[in-house]
């Protein structure tokens, strides 16, 4: 039972928005939806707890297919950050909207980036490339982010103030070309940085919401100073490049930890 806690909570986090969403919205859409995310989610941790290799790639491909395929190709919802911006801009809480709410703005001060972790479809993709771990220095290029973040807010808000007709056929195009576009730059990055985690770190608008919420993240690696030898191998399987033996919320690239549990997989002593 003590072993099964973190999945437990995680399920009974995504049940209690499954089911609040699913009363106040009055749309039974919304159970399925969170269940079906949690239970993926928690399924993933269950099998690292049971020490499955690929627990985090089962998480993974389970609630990105999900995501990409289901709700972006088939229902037609954008789900990227211009789609957030298009609800956001017409009022209504639905689709991108609940999903930012949950997964990338109040969610992560509970949870922190475990969506970049176990869901996020771009990086579903960019892990399956051989860099597992940065073979290089981290870039001082973090800046690109609020570019493209604010490239974002503007197109969505050029459509809404010239008045553009067929909205949700624009964001249903948008949803594939921005994916397009994610894929080719993410896996150039990769190719050229050799780290699959490279658009993460320097490109995705998204962490824009995710960093500053993560700073006060319930869930959180730490580590216990007295099992720890210093050993360095949790910084160096860390694809973040996280420094987790310092249990300070300052600690350097703290809100870029996605909850791999790469550097727990690998101390030698766990102390993690």
């Not at 490339?129 to 503007?154: A, D, H, V």
């Not at 195009?173 to 994916?179: C, H, K, M, P, V």
């Not at 399987?237 to 996605?258: A, L, Q």
Request: aromatic share 18%; net charge positive.
């Amino acid at each position: 039972m003590q072993k099964n806690f973190l999945p437990l909570v995680m399920l009974a986090v995504f049940e209690t928005v499954a089911i609040t969403l699913w009363l106040t919205q009055n749309d039974i859409f919304y159970l399925f939806n969170f269940s079906y995310i949690g239970i993926s989610v928690s399924f993933g941790i269950f099998l690292f707890i049971r020490k499955y290799r690929y627990a985090r790639r089962v998480a993974q491909l389970l609630v990105g297919l999900y995501m990409l395929v289901y709700l972006g190709f088939i229902c037609g919802e954008n789900m990227q950050i211009e789609g957030f911006w298009y609800y956001l801009f017409t009022g209504v809480f639905e689709a991108a909207t609940i999903h930012y709410a949950v997964a990338k703005i109040f969610g992560p001060l509970f949870f922190g980036r475990g969506w970049c972790g176990y869901a996020c479809w771009t990086a579903m993709v960019l892990d399956f490339l051989p860099y597992k771990i940065s073979e290089t220095p981290g870039k001082k290029i973090g800046w690109i982010r609020y570019i493209t973040f604010t490239i974002s807010l503007i197109f969505v808000s050029a459509l809404f103030l010239a008045h553009v007709g067929n909205m949700e056929e624009i964001m249903f195009w948008a949803f594939i070309i921005g994916n397009i576009i994610y894929y080719a730059v993410g896996i150039t990055l990769a190719l050229v940085f050799k780290d699959n985690r490279a658009f993460c770190k320097y490109i995705c608008p998204v962490t824009i919401f995710l960093k500053p919420m993560s700073y006060f993240s319930l869930l959180r690696i730490k580590c216990d100073k007295s099992k720890c030898i210093s050993c360095g191998k949790c910084k160096s399987v860390c694809p973040m490049e996280v420094d987790v033996t310092d249990n300070s919320r300052k600690r350097k690239n703290g809100t870029e930890c996605i909850l791999c549990f790469e550097c727990v997989k690998n101390c030698p002593k766990d102390a993690l």
